[in-house]
């Protein structure tokens, strides 16, 4: 079998498909690199300023960079943020209110590369007042890291950070408690505690022992950084106006990558409890920033070039000629694919009937005898097709004896001539006659 013809296009197809893949894959190589970079890393910092909220400044009077929740609101009169706001503070049931006030944009506080938390470092000024002559009140401020800007949690205690439905709630809260509540570890009614993802603060602080009050209604400055490097935080607290102080009144070692998703949302959030002597939680002033590792991306140069060229071919008044589309190479290949599979199965079919044929030849060619045999009646009988008249070719009559010549046809292909003689003949004397016998 001569493959010959089945073999060059078999070599020819995978030419063809070696070179159509190669490119593909040093494409897919190349997007490899080029859609996921390794590049360096650099520092991303985000910066809030808000050096108060009067309507007069230029936030203008709804401040869209801040979203409020609940009894949220901003004073226009003294341009703060109230928590709960003053009139719903004089209604007749001022008890059990909570709020929160956000800043409406989410901050990238997690890379997710890395696996390290944002750095960063928040000042605010707040002061709690009452609409009574007591100066008591509850329960509390608290600045928050939510992974939302639209859950808002229970009053009370809670300081609107979780509620009942929120077991796995990933928030991180510093909360400034002014309400004695020993059920969620409160050492007592002046604290600040650092909450992760529960009400029950696991860092506390009495501020007390630091001889600082707030119930006296005094504007207080906090400063609370967060190494996110060496996963450390340290909170200050004075008055509004001095320096910082020079010892923070709560530092601790503290991992929140656990807590924090890419980007966060952040803003306070305040409540009061049941008492007719509840706090208005006023913020002042508020400033922001964070630092976060990200990796630069480097633009595809595949993608510029076919920009370019896509350009190019928009605006030239030459034409373009634009490479084969994968859909053309595909039908390209299917075709020469085509072609050799049906040369393949051709080959075959010739092959095979070759075969057949030279079979056949070497069975059925007709042998001559070499040397002379004897027939047996059956097989004359068979050969000329049981004496059939149409296989006669002569019919001798003479001296009363009658002799008849057949054609006949062995087994084996050979043509023969059979005369069959008749018992008169037999017994004649010109049986021993030579020339009766041709």
């Known amino acids: 079998m001569d493959s010959s013809p ?19 894959l040093l494409q897919a190589h190349r997007f490899s690199f080029t859609h996921h970079p390794k590049g360096p890393f650099t520092n991303v910092t985000k910066h809030l300023h808000f050096p108060n909220f009067l309507t007069t400044s230029s936030l203008g009077t709804n401040f869209p960079q801040l979203k409020f929740l609940g009894d949220a609101r901003v004073s226009e009169e003294k341009g703060v943020i109230q928590i709960p706001h003053s009139s719903s503070a004089q209604a007749d049931q001022p008890t059990y209110q909570v709020g929160r006030a956000i800043y409406s944009s989410p901050i990238r506080l997690f890379d997710p590369l890395t696996l390290t938390p944002a750095s960063f470092e928040t000042t605010f000024s707040f002061q709690f007042t009452t609409n009574s002559i007591a100066t008591r009140g509850g329960n509390g401020l608290a ?19 979780l509620n009942d439905a929120c077991n796995h709630y990933k928030v991180f809260a510093v909360e400034f408690d002014t309400n004695h509540d020993p059920q969620f570890g409160d050492p007592n009614d002046d604290h600040i505690g650092i909450n992760l ?55 601790s070692p503290l991992n929140l990558s656990p807590f924090l998703q890419e980007y966060m949302f952040v803003g306070f959030s305040a409540s009061t409890g049941n008492s007719s002597q509840n706090s208005i939680h006023n913020i ?10 990200a990796s630069l991306h480097v633009p595809s140069t595949k993608i510029c070039q076919r920009n370019v060229a896509h350009l190019v071919s928009k605006y030239s008044t030459t034409p373009h000629t634009n ?11 299917l075709v020469l694919s085509s072609v050799a599979l049906l040369s393949f199965y051709f080959s075959r079919i010739k092959t095979n009937t070759s075969d057949a044929l030279l079979f056949f030849d070497t069975k059925q060619r007709p042998m001559l005898p070499i040397s002379p045999r004897r027939f047996t009646f059956a097989e004359l009988y068979i050969a000329t097709r049981r004496f059939d008249k149409a296989q006669v070719l002569a019919t001798d009559c003479r001296g009363g004896s009658t002799s008849v010549l057949y054609k006949g046809t062995l087994v084996n292909g050979c043509q023969i001539a059979v005369k069959r003689f008749s018992t008169q003949f037999l017994s004649s004397p010109e049986l021993r006659n030579d020339s009766a016998i041709k």
Do not use: M
């Not at 070599?11 to 070179?19: E, K, M, N, P, Q």
């Not at 992974?147 to 808002?152: A, K, L, Y």
């Not at 002042?284 to 590792?293: C, E, G, H, R």
């Open 143 to 161: 600045f928050v890291i939510s992974p939302d800007e639209f859950t808002i949690g229970r009053p009370g205690p809670w300081l609107g950070i």
């Open 284 to 293: 002042l002033s508020w400033n922001f920033s964070s630092t976060v590792q």
């Open 197 to 251: 993802g529960a009400a029950v603060s696991f860092k506390t602080a009495n501020l007390s022992e630091a001889n600082i009050s707030l119930h006296n209604s005094k504007v207080h400055r906090a400063w609370i950084t967060y190494d996110g490097n060496h996963k450390h935080i340290n909170i200050h607290l004075g008055l509004d106006g001095n320096p910082i102080p020079s010892k923070p009144i709560l530092s």
């Open 323 to 333: 490479p084969p589309s994968s859909f053309l190479i595909f039908v390209a290949l």
């Open 6 to 24: 089945c073999l060059w296009w078999l070599l020819i197809l995978g030419s063809i498909v070696h070179l159509v893949q190669q490119p593909q």
